[in-house]
Structures are given as structure tokens and as C-alpha cells.
């Protein structure tokens, strides 16, 4: 964290149980999973706001995109994952029910769903970080100088649109999860479903991307093999678009122009 961006969430974080929480991040100490209420509390806090200001599903998907490049956001995301680690979950049926009685059946089953996924994705992500422990996955390095944006993958040459789309889906979802429990009581019927429905949609691209990597062992049943990617065939699709994009850039300059119709450029000599 640059001191800028330490100084801007400092000024904009008044008293709460979070601002304390906030700031251990801040000298870097780790938060105790005893804890975790309190941060819950204090980033559902920062986000009704926002999302009870959305207009419709479109407006919302906005306004989340808005709150993913926040810094604020991704502070406090990190420090959940940390505080979570450890911390009790109820049951499923236990959790379905708490989930029923404070939002209603509709957002309930959605949110079972989605817990299928994330519970898919537990043993996925270990068997993955074993193939690239094992050298039998490779993990592409960010260049020296890459875009730190969280949402830099959208404009990312090297990324294929499938995949931009389900990293984004899978984003939008970690704000979906704490806007259910942000809106919980005060919103309209509309926007818990669409909060619980980008929740579900969020958590299954996740499971796809890990599911499409062969070895990690996902279960047909939650992500079918017609669901599922074939990286290499994409990376073949990028290669080819971007030597088209290279040609087509060579044409221009050998003409001398600032743009071609298709029938121009292939019709080139």
C-alpha cells in the first residue's frame, strides 16, 4: 500500500469498530478471527450506501464495479480472508435457514447454490497449487510495470473476453456477498435476488476457471465438461487476433493511412 492510498482510507474511515481493524492493516498486523463480525459489519456499513442508491440490475452492476476499484475495498477484503481463516461456519442447513428467515426463500436457494460452488473451490484451489507446485501447471508472471488496477484484466491485450468475463463475474461476487448483508431488511425485493443471483453467477465462474484446468478434479455436476474452457484454444484465438492486429497495423503504416476497411485490407497486395 502506497502512502497516499494509506492516507486517503485513513481520512475517509470515521469512528467504528472497523476503523480499528482498518488501521492494524495499515501496519500490517493481522486481525483475529474473533474479529470478523466487526469487520463484516463495518464493510456492509460502507457499502448500503451505495447499493441501496442503484436504480436497477444495470446501475448495480456499476456501482459494484465502482466499489471493486476502491481501495477500500480491497483492504478490507484481505483482511476478511485473513480473519475468516479458522472462524466457525454453521451447517448448510443451519446456514439456509438463518439465510431464509433474513432474506427469503428465493435469495436463500441462490445463496445455497453458491455455496456449492465456493465449497467445490476449496479442494479445487489445493490440487491446482499442487500441479504448479509439481510443474505440471504453469502460472504466467505479470510483466515489470503491469496495471495494479483490480479490474485490469477488462482492457489487458493478453486476456481472452471469455475469460476477462468470468474473472469479472467472480469479482463482482465478493461484493455481492457483504451487499446481501448491507441491504438485509432495507432494500427492495429486486435487489437482494440480484445481489444473490450475481453472488451465485460470481462463485460458479470461479469454479469454472479452476474446473477448466484438467486435474483439479471439479465435479461434472456443478461445472458440466461443455462448460469448461480450453485455455489453450484461447490462447491460439489471442495469438492469431493479435497477429491480425499486427498485420493490419503493418498495412496502414505501409499506406500510410490511420484506418482500413476490411475489403481494403484484404484486398492489400
Given at each position: 500500500?502506497?502512502?497516499?492510498?494509506?492516507?486517503?482510507?485513513?481520512?475517509?474511515?470515521?469512528?467504528?469498530?472497523?476503523?480499528?481493524?482498518?488501521?492494524?492493516?495499515?501496519?500490517?498486523?493481522?486481525?483475529?478471527?474473533?474479529?470478523?463480525?466487526?469487520?463484516?459489519?463495518?464493510?456492509?456499513?460502507?457499502?448500503?450506501?451505495?447499493?441501496?442508491?442503484?436504480?436497477?440490475?444495470?446501475?448495480?452492476?456499476?456501482?459494484?464495479?465502482?466499489?471493486?476499484?476502491?481501495?477500500?475495498?480491497?483492504?478490507?477484503?484481505?483482511?476478511?480472508?485473513?480473519?475468516?481463516r479458522g472462524h466457525e461456519v454453521p451447517t448448510d442447513g443451519e446456514l439456509h435457514r438463518r439465510i431464509t428467515e433474513r432474506l427469503g426463500q428465493a435469495v436463500a436457494m441462490l445463496a445455497s447454490e453458491a455455496l456449492r460452488y465456493m465449497d467445490a473451490a476449496v479442494p479445487a484451489s489445493l490440487r491446482l497449487l499442487k500441479l504448479v507446485d509439481s510443474g505440471k501447471v504453469a502460472v504466467a508472471e505479470s510483466a515489470p510495470?503491469?496495471?495494479?488496477?483490480?479490474?485490469?484484466?477488462?482492457?489487458?491485450?493478453?486476456?481472452?473476453?471469455?475469460?476477462?468475463?468470468?474473472?469479472?463475474?467472480?469479482?463482482?461476487?465478493?461484493?455481492?456477498?457483504?451487499?446481501?448483508?448491507?441491504?438485509?431488511?432495507?432494500?427492495?425485493?429486486?435487489?437482494?435476488?440480484?445481489?444473490?443471483?450475481?453472488?451465485?453467477?460470481?462463485?460458479?465462474?470461479?469454479?469454472?476457471?479452476?474446473?477448466?484446468?484438467?486435474?483439479?478434479?471439479?465435479?461434472?455436476?456443478?461445472?458440466?465438461?461443455?462448460?469448461?474452457?480450453?485455455?489453450?484454444?484461447?490462447?491460439?484465438?489471442?495469438?492469431?487476433?493479435?497477429?491480425?492486429?499486427?498485420?493490419?497495423?503493418?498495412?496502414?503504416?505501409?499506406?500510410?493511412?490511420?484506418?482500413?476497411?476490411?475489403?481494403?485490407?484484404?484486398?492489400?497486395?
Amino acid at each position: 500500500m502506497n502512502a497516499m492510498s494509506a492516507s486517503k482510507l485513513q481520512s475517509e474511515i470515521t469512528e467504528s469498530a472497523g476503523a480499528e481493524l482498518v488501521q492494524r492493516l495499515l501496519v500490517r498486523e493481522l486481525v483475529k478471527p474473533g474479529e470478523l463480525v466487526d469487520l463484516v459489519n463495518f464493510a456492509t456499513k460502507r457499502l448500503s450506501k451505495a447499493l441501496l442508491a442503484a436504480e436497477d440490475p444495470e446501475d448495480l452492476r456499476f456501482k459494484i464495479d465502482e466499489v471493486l476499484e476502491g481501495p477500500d475495498f480491497q483492504h478490507v477484503a484481505a483482511l476478511m480472508l485473513n480473519a475468516s481463516r479458522g472462524h466457525e461456519v454453521p451447517t448448510d442447513g443451519e446456514l439456509h435457514r438463518r439465510i431464509t428467515e433474513r432474506l427469503g426463500q428465493a435469495v436463500a436457494m441462490l445463496a445455497s447454490e453458491a455455496l456449492r460452488y465456493m465449497d467445490a473451490a476449496v479442494p479445487a484451489s489445493l490440487r491446482l497449487l499442487k500441479l504448479v507446485d509439481s510443474g505440471k501447471v504453469a502460472v504466467a508472471e505479470s510483466a515489470p510495470g503491469a496495471a495494479t488496477s483490480p479490474l485490469a484484466y477488462l482492457t489487458a491485450p493478453d486476456t481472452h473476453p471469455t475469460i476477462a468475463k468470468l474473472l469479472l463475474a467472480r469479482d463482482r461476487a465478493k461484493v455481492a456477498v457483504l451487499g446481501l448483508l448491507a441491504v438485509a431488511g432495507s432494500g427492495p425485493a429486486w435487489l437482494t435476488v440480484e445481489l444473490a443471483t450475481l453472488w451465485r453467477d460470481g462463485e460458479r465462474s470461479a469454479l469454472t476457471i479452476l474446473a477448466s484446468v484438467p486435474g483439479t478434479e471439479v465435479p461434472a455436476a456443478l461445472v458440466p465438461e461443455s462448460a469448461r474452457l480450453d485455455y489453450a484454444a484461447l490462447d491460439r484465438e489471442m495469438q492469431a487476433a493479435r497477429r491480425g492486429a499486427d498485420a493490419l497495423a503493418a498495412e496502414m503504416k505501409r499506406r500510410g493511412v490511420d484506418s482500413l476497411s476490411v475489403g481494403e485490407f484484404l484486398g492489400s497486395d
